[in-house]
């Protein structure tokens, strides 16, 4: 068996048997969800939870589609479908090297704009055959001139700013990939006076990890959907960047903590790598 947990560590569960390919998903609903460029999920046959139960709250993000999260601090879970024959697991929850690595990106049709994939494994379009196969994009609000807006996936909640974030970066260290549910996150930082919540600020759930200095998560109390925060003293919010409706406006500087980096997960871009934070 397999473990995985939340961020708070309040939920955690268990998994085995027959383990499904592991895939990479950039559709617009993943993307939100997790605010992270792409989600990676593999699928069980057997998943129980061992701990927390009570916490996990469930949202119908498309017609017999399930998506869960931690009431407490925001997570991504696993769910199963309306048959409840598989369960579909977040890979930056597991504790533990599933033993598969991805095999594949799905829904490339929609990924992230400005995001390259740079590995070898097969891109498709769509999932599966047919029309019925394509994604149910999100409908994005009309661009504002000289403003990046952005929001959570239900629409409780929207956002935008002005201009261009200080900086952007991959984090690949394991509370970013417990709360995203993704094998990294992938933040803008945007100065609080660039930066205007423009709908449902009290939707907004703020977790403070108690042993962390300043790291936390805010997500949509409704759709889990992770969402931008104030990062403790720096005068600038996180923005996630799957939370956004178009490009960020600036370019990643590179991956971090890598030496904290998912198993399952090998970065190939030409961006700086460090094991931890750079000074």
Same mark, same amino acid.
């Given at each position: 068996?397999?473990?995985?947990?939340c961020l708070?560590?309040?939920v955690?569960?268990? $998994?085995?048997?027959e383990l499904? !390919?592991?895939?990479?998903?950039?559709?617009?609903?993943?993307r939100k969800?997790h *605010?992270s &460029? $792409?989600?990676?999920?593999?699928?069980a /046959?057997e998943l129980?939870?061992?701990? %927390?139960?009570?916490?996990? /709250?469930s949202? @119908?993000?498309?017609?017999?589609?399930?998506?869960? $999260?931690?009431k407490?601090?925001g997570?991504?879970l =696993?769910?199963t479908n309306?048959g409840g024959?598989?369960?579909?697991? =977040?890979? %930056? &929850? &597991?504790?533990?090297?599933?033993?598969?690595?991805?095999?594949?990106?799905?829904?490339?049709?929609s990924?992230a704009?400005?995001?390259?994939i740079n590995?070898?494994?097969?891109?498709?379009?769509?999932?599966?055959?047919?029309d019925?196969?394509?994604?149910?994009d999100?409908? /994005?609000?009309? @661009?504002?001139? *000289?403003?990046?807006s952005?929001g959570?996936q239900?629409g409780?909640?929207?956002?935008?700013y002005?201009?261009?974030?200080k900086f952007?970066m991959?984090?690949?260290c394991s509370r970013?990939r417990k709360v995203k549910g993704?094998?990294? #996150?992938?933040?803008a930082?945007v100065?609080t006076?660039?930066?205007?919540w423009?709908?449902?600020?009290?939707?907004?759930?703020?977790y403070?990890l108690p042993? #962390?200095e300043?790291?936390?998560?805010?997500?949509?109390?409704?759709?889990?959907?992770?969402l !931008?925060?104030?990062?403790?003293?720096?005068?600038? &919010?996180?923005v996630? @960047? *799957?939370s956004l409706?178009?490009?960020?406006g600036?370019? #990643? /500087?590179?991956h971090?903590f890598?030496?904290?980096?998912? =198993?399952w $997960?090998?970065? @190939?871009?030409?961006?700086?790598?460090?094991?931890?934070?750079?000074?």
């Amino acid at each position: 068996m397999t473990t995985g947990s939340c961020l708070c560590g309040e939920v955690t569960f268990t $998994f085995g048997g027959e383990l499904l !390919p592991m895939s990479h998903c950039h559709c617009s609903m993943c993307r939100k969800i997790h *605010g992270s &460029l $792409f989600a990676t999920y593999l699928g069980a /046959k057997e998943l129980e939870y061992t701990a %927390g139960a009570e916490l996990v /709250k469930s949202y @119908v993000s498309s017609s017999g589609f399930n998506r869960a $999260f931690c009431k407490k601090c925001g997570s991504v879970l =696993p769910e199963t479908n309306d048959g409840g024959a598989e369960y579909y697991i =977040p890979a %930056g &929850l &597991l504790n533990e090297d599933p033993g598969i690595r991805p095999e594949v990106h799905i829904f490339t049709e929609s990924k992230a704009e400005g995001y390259e994939i740079n590995d070898d494994l097969p891109q498709l379009v769509h999932y599966g055959d047919g029309d019925d196969s394509r994604v149910i994009d999100i409908p /994005k609000p009309a @661009v504002k001139e *000289g403003f990046v807006s952005g929001g959570c996936q239900c629409g409780d909640v929207e956002f935008e700013y002005e201009g261009t974030p200080k900086f952007m970066m991959n984090c690949h260290c394991s509370r970013c990939r417990k709360v995203k549910g993704a094998a990294h #996150a992938t933040n803008a930082f945007v100065p609080t006076d660039q930066f205007t919540w423009t709908k449902g600020q009290d939707k907004v759930v703020n977790y403070d990890l108690p042993e #962390a200095e300043r790291f936390g998560h805010a997500f949509c109390e409704t759709c889990g959907s992770s969402l !931008p925060r104030e990062s403790g003293g720096t005068g600038m &919010l996180n923005v996630p @960047v *799957g939370s956004l409706n178009s490009a960020p406006g600036v370019d #990643a /500087k590179g991956h971090i903590f890598m030496g904290s980096k998912a =198993p399952w $997960f090998e970065p @190939v871009d030409d961006l700086p790598k460090w094991d931890e934070m750079p000074t």
